[in-house]
Nanobody, 120 residues
């Protein structure tokens, strides 16, 4: 059974930083695209960062220059470094990954989410 587990969320003051981690465990052959999403109360889930297997990254304008996604393929871990946090960044943050299984199938997995609250 493959699982994604996020960690690193918490309460931070405006202007502060947090680093989220997403660890994939289970029978994994390889991990393709990885994305970090967020969902604030009453809003739809939105993509905040994505990284391909080759390391190409993509960000929406709302976080560009403040958030950085990275990955460690040896550790099956992805990170989201968030700097200059704003109250509007408050949301539950989710990790999403496309994972190649030993069966030869590529499946999409979600983590359980980690809460990020930006407030003074």
């Amino acid at each position: 059974q493959v699982q994604l587990m996020e960690s690193g969320g918490g309460l931070v003051q405006p202007g502060g930083s947090l680093r989220l981690s997403c660890v994939a465990s289970g029978r994994i052959v390889s991990i393709n695209n990885v994305g970090w999403y967020r969902q604030a109360p009453g809003k739809e889930r939105e993509l905040v960062a994505a990284i391909t297997r080759g390391g190409i990254t993509n960000y929406p304008d709302s976080v560009k220059g403040r958030f950085t996604i990275s990955r460690d393929s040896v550790k099956n871990t992805a990170y989201l470094q968030m700097n200059s946090l704003k109250p509007e960044d408050t949301a539950v943050y989710y990790c999403n990954a496309e994972i190649m299984l030993p069966t030869g199938y590529l499946r999409n997995y979600w983590g359980q989410g980690t809460q990020v609250t930006v407030s003074s």
